[in-house]
């Protein structure tokens, strides 16, 4: 069965026209459909992932589709993990910033992101958001619609989605993408 690949991820894609864009890919999940997307589209991809199942998936799904010289996952934790500062063309995370466990955390894994995105850069985070519906659930982070664009104050909104409530792994979830731009950085 075919992965579905996220709008936002799409919309990312035409946004990248520059071959050979880096980005990476925060959480790519079981098998890195939105790295392998990405690395079939130009982009140099990078992806980071706690379980080393998932890495070791990612690669193999690279190398697969001849792609493994485009991507390359290696397991880590986002928030400990050193980036370094403007090394990245986009930074997107898919379903992630919710295990990031409160708000706190959340902002400091984006600010961490922020600073590895080049100015002219991009960040996509695609995220679950409250709803009346929700279970309330300990150790997520799982924000009140727009929220998440107060984490990006000093960039320019590019899209910002809602999506009334899908089906995700058995329970009804509602969720939210948003693609921000870095300001190109201040002549001297």
Known sequence: MA?????????LAKLLKRRHARVLDV???HVGKNSI????KGCLVDAI?????????VNKAALTRRLGDRVNAWEGDI????LGKGKYDAVLMCRVIHLMG????????VRKVKSATKPGGYNLIDLFIQWKGVKDEPDRFIPISGRLKTFYKDWKIIKYVERPKVFYHGNWEKTAWLIVKKPLAKRK
Do not use: H, M, Q, Y
Request: hydrophobic fraction near 30%.
């Open 102 to 109: 409160d708000e706190k955390i959340a902002r400091s894994v």
């Open 79 to 82: 928030r400990t993990a050193k």
């Open 27 to 29: 959480g790519p999940g």
């Open 37 to 40: 997307f990405l690395a079939k």
């Open 49 to 57: 992932d706690k379980k080393t199942e998932w890495v070791e998936n």
């Open 3 to 11: 992965e579905t690949i996220p709008s936002g991820v799409k919309e």
